[in-house]
Structure formats: C-alpha cells, structure tokens
C-alpha cells in the first residue's frame, strides 16, 4: 500500500478553536499510527478575515499540544508552497484548464442579477440555484458584459443529466448524493482567488493526499469536490467526517458570553496541562473498546482506529474535563506544577518576581498542597491563599466564642508540647500528633480539629491540617494558637 498522506488545512480567520483542534489531533494520531505523513496547509484565501497572527497562533497551540506535523507550514516539504495565497497561480491554471476543455465557463451575473434569480426560485418554491444564464452567451453578449466593465467568475458545469454520487466514509459508511441538488457552483472568484471547493482539491490532489479527516460540516461540499477531481482528472481521495462537539445542553459548542467558539488557548491560560487535554480531545468522538478514559499518547496512539470514531455528536463535558486535568496536576512531576504555578501566584500578588532558595522549597511545599485542591493551576492562588495573606477571621465572634470552650487550652497545649517534641517534622509525624491527640484527651475530634483549623487559618475548611502545620512550620503555629487563646481571654 502506498505511503498514508493527512493533512491538516486550517484557515487563519480566528484563533483556533476545540473543534478544529480535534480535528487536527485525528488526523496527527491515525498518521501516528500508521506511520503517515501529516501536512500543515494553510487556507487563507479569505484574504480579508485572514491574518499571519492567526496562523502563527495555530501554529503555537498545535506545538502547546504536541501535535507535530511532517510537512508543510514551518517545515516544508516537496509539494509546496503551503500556504494557498501563494499557489493562486497553480489554482489559475487548472481552471484555465476547464475553461479551455469546456468544463467551466466565465460568468458575468451581478450580486442583484443572482439575488433576483434567488427570489424567483423562493417564489416558485424551488431550490435556490444558477440558472446557467452565463453558460451559453453570445460574442455579443460577451463583449458587451466586458465593455460595461463586469468582473466574471468562473463557474463549473455540472453535468446536464443527474447522477448519483457515492462516498464510503471511513466514519459513516456509504453517502448517496444526487447532483441535482447541485448547480454551477463558483470555482474562482472576482476577485482573482479560488474558492475553497476548488484549492481544497487541487492542493489534496497535488499534495498527494490519501484520506481527508475533517468535521462533519464538510459532508455537503464533499460531493462538488468529487466532481472537481473527476472533472480534473485526479484521483479522489478517502474521506472521514468527523462528529460535530456539542455542549452540555447539546447546543453548538461556543462561548457563554458570546458567539465566538472557544478559543484552545483559554484552556491552556486558565492551566490546563497539554497531556490533560489531549486525552481528553482523543475521547470528542471516540473512546477505546475497553471504555479506559485516562491514557498516555502513546497508549491513545496505538488504541486509535479512525472507523471506531462515532457517528453521533460528541459532547464536552467540562466537569470530566476538569476531574482528568485536576488528576494529571496530581500525578504530574511537581517541580513542573510549581514552575507552572509561579505565573498565577505572581499575578495574585502573592509572590515576587525572585525567590531564594528557601523561598523556593517552601513554595514547593505550598504547591504540594494546594495541587490536591484544584482542577486548573489558576485555582492554585484561592487554594494557597492561607499560606500568603496573614490571619484572617471570617467570623472572629464566633471564632472567639469557640476559642472559649473549657477544653481548647488543653487541646492546644498538648498539641504545641507534642509538635515540640517531633524529632522530624513532615506531615506523616504531624499526623500522628494528631492521632495520638485523639487517645489521649478527653474531647471529641470534632473539638480537636475545628479549633485548631479556626486558629491557624481563621477559617472553617481548607487544605488538610497536617499539611497546614507543615507549611506553617511549628513557630508560627505556636505563635497562631497562643494567640487565638489571648483572643479568648
Ligand atoms: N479550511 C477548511 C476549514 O478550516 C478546511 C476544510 C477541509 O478540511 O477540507 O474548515
């Protein structure tokens, strides 16, 4: 079998979203796994909402996630050049090609022209289509278009008696189409570029292409780009649809504020670990026999089988999202986590731009802690928050009322003599401090641990108190404990 050819063609108008991002990761793992090459183009025909910022951002979020690619933009590669404003004139001559074989023809319709043949399809209750006024013009009439100065296009023929038109999807099995539902569409446009139907299959055909993986909303431009690579004479590629993402509330996946769809970045902003998203980007659509959510690359690499990939939409959970990413932040390397965090608690204003060393290893600490408590590292400064703010009551009256209760002195003082005489001070030896607490007072755990957290963070819940004394250290906390029995006094 011939070397596997995927490619990947994003369009520069916007920063890229989850879907296409799943759509890239797709097609990176079925090239993984069969050895394959995959092609980064870039599709900036749209040249007005097009912008090398955009491309430069796919890029980046593309490296973030890992998905490298073989050939293409930033790598090159035999079939360039890459990026379709720069292959205008391979597109121009194809289509003069068709012209000159009489398979496309020079259409001079205005917007109104078009506008009016849409109305009058409305009106008859018919499919909005190109009447072929431009199919078969006169010299004169030719001439005369060109003399009042009108921009043609070029439109394809479609052929006059309908057929039918199959795709064996590698996702959805076998798609009947009719041309008739299809008229002379536009394969070059006023303004001297291809549209997407035409350069799409030109570049894939060129390119070498043997499977076209990409999202569902592409079905219906599937059958006009069958026709251009028969009218071309290339051979027709495989395709796989992939289903559409969808949200909670099965509605089109995009943001709450507005209309945009979610940008890939956001996620990785917030904190979000590469690893954490590409597992969960590998589960949008398809999910392993054996049901297993959290795989490595290399795992979902050897799993993955683009015919397993669901025909029904996906939905992203943004719960599962957070629970698989707030695990990757567990079991991830923790000087990792920390140089991660570092940004967050910066702009908190919890720390300085250096640190000592000492610094360093107690913030690791913090870290440690704090990790257990969030589902993305921009939670890390609320869940850290009680090791840099000094003492805080959120309800000294009653703190003060509690700190009254007969038993807390002892209970503090027997905790302060027991810390003092650890001969290591980690959280296993804190612990048992508190165990041994428990056996030896006369007070239910409830009033060992509540007035204890009460005095040492000024709150009701929070990270686990051994872990708390720990980072604290035993000074401060004598110190946080005296104080709270001077408060009561
Ligand atoms: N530029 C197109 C898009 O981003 C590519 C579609 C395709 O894969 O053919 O939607």
């Given amino acids: 079998m011939n070397e596997m050819r995927l490619r990947f063609p994003p369009s520069p108008t916007g920063k890229i979203h989850i879907g ?63 990026r379709q404003s720069e292959r205008v004139d391979i597109y121009r001559e194809y289509a003069d090609k068709l ?12 917007p109104e022209e078009l506008q009016a043949m849409r109305e009058e399809a409305a009106r008859k209750g018919e499919m909005p289509r190109y009447n072929q006024h431009c199919r078969h013009l006169t010299e004169e009439e030719l001439e005369e278009y060109k003399r009042a100065g009108r921009k043609p296009v070029i439109r394809i023929k479609m052929p006059d008696e309908a057929r039918e038109i199959v795709i064996n999807d590698l996702i959805r099995g076998e798609i009947r189409f009719s041309t008739d539902v299809l008229d002379d569409f536009i394969i070059f446009k006023s303004d001297g570029m291809p549209t997407y139907n035409f350069a799409v299959v030109i570049d894939d055909a060129l390119m070498k292409i043997t499977q076209v993986i990409r999202g569902e909303d592409h079905i219906s431009n599937t059958p006009k780009q069958i026709l251009l690579y028969e009218a071309l004479g290339f051979p027709v590629p495989e395709f796989a649809h992939l289903p559409l993402i969808l949200d909670e509330n099965r509605a089109k996946l995009k943001k709450r504020s507005d209309s945009d769809a979610v940008y890939i970045g956001e996620f990785r902003e917030k904190g979000y670990l590469p690893e954490a998203l590409f597992n969960f980007l590998s589960l949008l659509g398809w999910s392993p026999k054996d049901e297993r959510e959290i795989m490595s690359r290399e795992e979902i690499i050897s799993l993955f089988d683009i015919s397993d990939v669901n025909k029904s939409s996906a939905v992203f959970d943004i719960e599962k999202l957070n629970w698989m990413n707030g695990k990757y932040i567990r079991e991830a390397d923790l000087d990792r986590i920390l140089q991660l965090s570092i940004p967050y608690l910066q702009e908190a204003g ?57 038993e807390v002195e002892l209970v503090f003082s027997t905790l302060k003599e027991e810390l003092r005489g650890l001969t290591e001070f980690n959280r296993d030896s804190i612990n048992n401090v508190f165990k041994e607490l428990r056996k030896k007072l006369p007070v239910k755990a409830r009033k060992i641990y509540h007035p204890v957290r009460l005095a040492l963070t000024g709150r009701d819940s929070g990270p ?21 029995l001077a408060m009561a006094k």
């Fill in 20 to 82: 296409n991002m799943r759509t890239a990761l797709f097609n990176w793992l079925w090239a993984r796994k069969n050895k394959g090459t995959l092609v980064l183009r870039i599709e900036d025909t749209d040249q007005e909402r097009s912008t090398k910022e955009f491309e430069d951002i796919i890029i980046q979020e593309m490296q973030w996630l890992g998905l490298d690619v073989d050939e293409g933009i930033g790598v090159g590669g035999e079939y360039g050049p890459y």
């Fill in 350 to 406: 919890f720390i300085g731009e250096e640190l000592s060393s000492e610094e360093h290893e107690w913030l690791k600490k913090v870290i440690e802690v704090a990790r257990t408590g969030v589902d993305y590292l921009a939670q890390i400064p609320a869940e850290a928050e009680i090791f840099f703010t000094g003492l805080e009551f959120t309800d000294k009256e009653k703190a003060i009322a509690e700190f009254r209760d007969e």
């Fill in 464 to 484: 686990e108190l051994s872990d708390i004394i720990y980072i604290f250290g035993l000074e401060e906390v004598e110190k946080r404990l005296d104080n709270a």
């Fill in 99 to 110: 012209l000159k074989e009489g398979k496309a023809y020079y259409c001079y319709c205005t």
